[in-house]
């Protein structure tokens, strides 16, 4: 399979590319925290960003929601290509960005709310009818399976449920709303492994309706779970930059980089 | 002595003066309720205390029925007046508090909690008296609510600070905009702190007394129309402890233990809800 | 994975070029409001200080700045001063300061030590918490009649006959005086002080009490050389913000100090403090020059309180360095 740190550019959207970053560079203020990076997210595959930590991967990560607005002293330089469009220019609606590209952060962080409530927020913000929300959450916890574990308490508090449960909670809460990406951020990485187990089960579920960006310090994780994987690390200014890029396996088992190779047989990080 | 032995004693000798200061700090509030109760037990059991006027003077008997009234009037229009806009600036302030604005308004809220309750009088008589031509319990709520207002202000902002960010996160990246995920994640999520904050403002509104002295001036009668002037049950201690008369004095004492239950049970219950809710 | 074609069909992208003020923009009423809300707090204040300045005028006017140095108060010749009732004012708040400081360094430093009596020391705090809450009308009461009395049969005479040496231990004693109001501030500010030390005093960091210990030094001497050092400039906010508060109590200092205006340098005599006159005598107040005169005594007492608790804010945030020094 042809492996290419940098995709030769497109104008009409790629359909195998769901995100396309390109030359993206990432300022906290002066301190630059991603240095040229370039990646082509591929339609309903797992992708993975692996490397030491603090080389830029939640960073880059956060960049194809937005989340990084949220940040007064954060700059991006560079494009990102969802269905042709660049979402990084000032006249695109965030909202509704945010609504397709979607997100599980590292710590489940279910609303201090009942468990429907937290799946049906995103669709009662979109006015859907009853009918319509109750069946979304329905169809949403059952993707996550925990339907069977919660359809009895559905009106009791999300706090109540265990770490595994409240994150599979949130992925239902962010499946409600219909996206077509789902951002990961470790999502595992507060979890046990038997909960863990269950996330990577969902993802390769999940795969086959929902592109997947998912970040993690876990090398196996990524070996097991992901179709494709990024290595990154921190360059000598400090800034994360794009080492290799290639389906999974070649990554794994043929690395083109020495670095790549050093982290993946354990020399560092 | 050696000079270890010596650096021991001076050591218990601390120690033990701390305790005496604690205890010191910790008795008067424990001397006061005792004797309020026992005072004020006679004459709050007395029969029709809760609900009969206040007799004239010389004749045993009466209650404070008005003062009951008018202090309910009076502490519920300060609170429909500061709760809302209170909770409001609040929220407002968590959420775009950090420029000059924001560092002015809780700059002159804080000033505000400390000034003399006396000077909020002096506002409420010259806005609300002098204009209108007389006393009103009005006047005495918008002194009032004047005094709540940065207390109210400052627990709200508090409780909403304390929310964690990464609820703002996650309702942030499902697409909600700033202000739905204020309102509808951000502040229920604080409404432990922000409720307890009212309860505490109000329960503080129902005990002050120099506020009211020239904006209500008092009633001895019952009067339910807040343009008029009414009485409240913190008046009624302070107006009969100045009297000469005992069956007064002693109503001043019932009257000081019912606001000493009212102000504290208002107290605890905030604290014990704040704590239910944090579950 | 090949390269798509470009004759491929895209769908139209859901993520479109719309332009932000397409619809309503919550977050810019939001916005809005926020500031108008803030700016309707800062309307609010400044006709508060109006409110007590512009009524003050005429007396400002007649007395000119002589009026803080006068000690006349007649009302029928329309003569005032504001030296008695600054004296009483100041005079009783610094007894209260005298009797609350070191009681209240002293329970603050016992509650912000985690390892001394665990069990004691919760329903110590609820006590002291709880004085907090007592409407300091119902202070005046008991004041008024338990502890007027104490001084006047008890202490007063006590203090008479031990310390007579003292100038300010002389003198004709009734019960009510600047010393029984300043046992009542006392009381009155004794749970703020407490509240905020011991945040001050705990906000010392751990590393520096662990490494004092371990270097064999009694908890005495680590109080001493290490924590109240560290603390003093929160410890001296702590104690200006009591003070602050002393200085504009009200009813309660009214009910026992006498209310009679003069200057005396003994405690024992019966005196007026600014608060009081103003409580007193606000609604007999006749004629413009009369009224002006006590809107003056407010602003004085205002303006003290505000200065007073201004030099607070700025040690205390200067202390704990965060922009947002928690209200008590």
């Known amino acids: ?269 | 002595m050696s000079r270890v032995a010596l650096r021991v004693l001076l050591d218990q000798l601390v120690t033990g003066l701390i305790i005496l200061c604690i205890m010191a700090a910790a008795i008067p509030v424990v001397i006061l309720l005792l004797f309020v109760v026992i005072k004020g037990l006679p004459g709050i059991t007395a029969p029709g205390f809760f609900t009969d006027l206040p007799h004239p003077i010389g004749v045993p008997g009466g209650g404070v029925f008005n003062a009951i009234v008018g202090t309910l009037v009076v502490v519920g229009i300060a609170s429909l007046l500061a709760v809302p806009i209170g909770t409001l600036i609040g929220i407002f302030l968590s959420e775009f508090g950090r420029n000059r604005v924001g560092y002015a308004v809780r700059f002159v809220s804080d000033v505000l909690t400390g000034l003399p309750s006396i000077a909020f009088g002096i506002f409420g008589y010259t806005v609300l008296v002098a204009t209108l031509g007389h006393f009103s319990a009005i006047s005495a709520s918008a002194a009032l609510a004047v005094l709540m207002l940065p207390l109210i202000l400052r627990a709200t902002e508090t409780a909403l600070v304390l929310v964690p960010n990464s609820l703002r996160e996650g309702g942030l990246a499902l697409g909600a905009a700033r202000w739905r995920v204020t309102l509808q994640i951000i502040v229920p999520a604080a409404l432990g702190g922000i409720v307890t904050g009212a309860l505490l403002a109000m329960a503080r509104a129902a005990g002050e007394t120099a506020p009211l002295l020239f904006t209500t001036l008092g009633n001895e009668f019952l009067q339910l129309n807040p343009g008029r002037p009414m009485g409240t049950l913190a008046l009624t201690v302070f107006k009969n402890a100045l009297v000469p008369y005992s069956s007064l004095q002693d109503q001043a004492w019932a009257a000081a233990l019912l606001l000493v239950l009212i102000v504290s049970v208002t107290n605890i219950l905030a604290r014990v809800y704040v704590r239910r809710v944090q579950r | 994975m090949s390269q798509g074609t470009a004759e491929t069909v895209v769908p139209v992208p859901p993520v479109m070029l719309r332009h932000r003020r397409h619809r309503v923009d919550g977050d810019r009423i939001f916005q809005c409001l926020a500031i108008s809300a803030g700016i309707l707090v800062l309307a609010i204040a400044a006709i508060f200080l109006l409110a007590l300045f512009v009524p003050a005028l005429p007396a400002i006017r007649e007395f000119g700045l002589g009026f803080l140095a006068s000690r006349d108060w007649n009302p029928v010749s329309l003569r005032f001063g504001a030296l008695p009732f600054l004296y009483g004012t100041v005079i009783t708040s610094l007894v209260a300061m005298v009797i609350a400081f070191p009681i209240g360094i002293g329970a603050a430093l016992f509650l912000a030590d985690d390892a001394r009596l665990p069990f004691i020391r919760v329903p110590l705090s609820f006590a002291i918490e709880l004085l907090a809450g007592i409407p300091s009308v119902v202070v005046g009461l008991w004041g008024l009649f338990i502890l007027v009395p104490l001084m006047r049969t008890s202490v007063e005479p006590f203090l008479s006959h031990t310390f007579g040496f003292l100038p300010f231990f002389q003198g004709p004693y009734s019960g009510s005086s600047y010393l029984t109001a300043g046992v009542v501030l006392a009381i009155m500010v004794l749970p703020i002080l407490v509240a905020l030390s011991r945040d001050v005093i705990r906000a010392v960091p751990r590393s520096l009490r662990e490494a004092s210990l371990a270097l064999g030094a009694t908890k005495a001497e680590l109080t001493w050389s290490v924590i109240l050092p560290y603390a003093r400039i929160g410890v001296t906010g702590a104690v200006l913000l009591a003070l602050g508060r002393a200085l504009g109590e009200t009813i309660a200092v009214t009910m026992v100090i006498g209310n009679r205006p003069g200057i005396s340098g003994s405690l024992f005599a019966q005196g007026y403090t600014l608060p009081s006159v103003l409580a007193n005598e606000f609604t007999e107040a006749t004629g413009k020059i009369y009224q002006g005169a006590l809107f003056e005594l407010g602003l004085v007492l205002v303006s003290i309180t505000i200065a007073v608790n201004v030099l607070a804010r700025l040690l205390v945030w200067r202390f704990k360095g965060a922009s947002e020094a928690s209200v008590v």
């Not at chain 1, 590292?106 to 009942?114: G, I, L, V, W, Y």
């Not at chain 1, 909670?169 to 219909?178: N, Q, Y």
């Open chain 1, 1 to 269: 399979m042809q492996t290419e740190v940098t995709p030769p550019p497109v104008f009409e959207s790629d359909p195998e590319i769901k995100l396309d970053a390109r030359h993206i560079d990432f300022f906290y203020g002066d301190f630059q925290a991603l240095d040229d990076v370039s990646l082509a997210v591929q339609d309903r595959k797992i992708t993975a960003l692996i490397g030491p930590s603090g080389c830029g991967k939640t960073t880059f990560l956060r960049i194809f929601n937005r989340m990084h607005d949220l940040v007064p002293s954060a700059r991006v330089t560079g494009e990102v290509f969802l269905a042709g469009h660049n979402i990084l220019e000032a006249n695109t609606d965030v909202i509704q960005l945010r609504r397709q590209v979607g997100m599980l952060f590292q710590r489940a962080n279910p609303f201090p709310k009942s468990i429907f409530d937290n799946v049906a927020y995103g669709p009662r913000m979109l006015g859907w009818p009853r009918q319509r929300i109750e069946a979304t959450v329905e169809e949403c916890l059952k993707d996550t399976g925990l339907w069977e574990e919660v359809k009895d308490r559905l009106k009791r508090s999300a706090l109540n449920l265990s770490g595994g449960q409240q994150q599979r909670l949130c992925l239902a809460r962010a499946l409600a709303v219909k996206p077509d990406v789902i951002l990961m951020d470790e999502p595992a990485s507060a979890l046990d492994p038997i909960a863990t187990l269950r996330i990577e089960e969902l993802m390769q579920e999940l795969k086959r309706r929902y592109t997947i960006v998912i970040v993690t310090h876990n090398m196996q994780q990524a070996s097991r779970v992901s179709d494709f994987t990024a290595f990154m690390l921190m360059n000598r200014q400090r800034a994360g930059e794009l080492v290799e890029f290639g389906a999974t396996d070649d990554i794994f088992n043929r690395p083109k980089d020495s670095r790549t190779e050093d982290y993946i047989t354990g020399r560092f990080g």
